[in-house]
């Protein structure tokens, strides 16, 4: 059963970073895309920075600049550096994969809080 487990969330202050990563296994993950997703209270789960199996990014432009997406296909690793932080920003914040097969699987989230 393929997993994806998200970790880094936290509470921080405005204009700090944090940064996010998220662990696939039983899955052959170079293959797949990977992306950042993210819930916020009373809204829709929005993309937020998407890296393809073939190297392409893509940003929400709301974070573009300030958050960037990186992958380790020898780790099974994404990553989502998140720097200058706003309170918009506060949302729950999922790893997903997907392939051109169309199969697709979520983690269970990581929350992030951005707050004075």
């Known amino acids: 059963q393929v997993q994806l487990v998200e970790s880094g969330g936290g509470l921080v202050q405005p204009g700090e970073s944090l940064r996010l990563s998220c662990v696939a296994s039983r899955i052959n993950f170079s293959i797949y895309n990977m992306g950042w997703y993210r819930q916020a209270p009373g809204k829709q789960r929005e993309l937020v920075a998407r890296l393809t199996s073939g190297g392409r990014t893509n940003y929400a432009d709301s974070v573009k600049g300030r958050f960037t997406i990186s992958r380790d296909n020898a780790k099974n690793t994404v990553n989502l550096q998140m720097n200058s932080l706003k309170p918009e920003d506060t949302a729950v914040y999922y790893c997903?994969?997907?392939?051109?097969?169309?199969?697709?699987?979520w983690g269970k989230g990581t929350l992030v809080t951005v707050s004075s």
């Open positions: 997903k994969a997907d392939d051109s097969r169309g199969r697709n699987y």
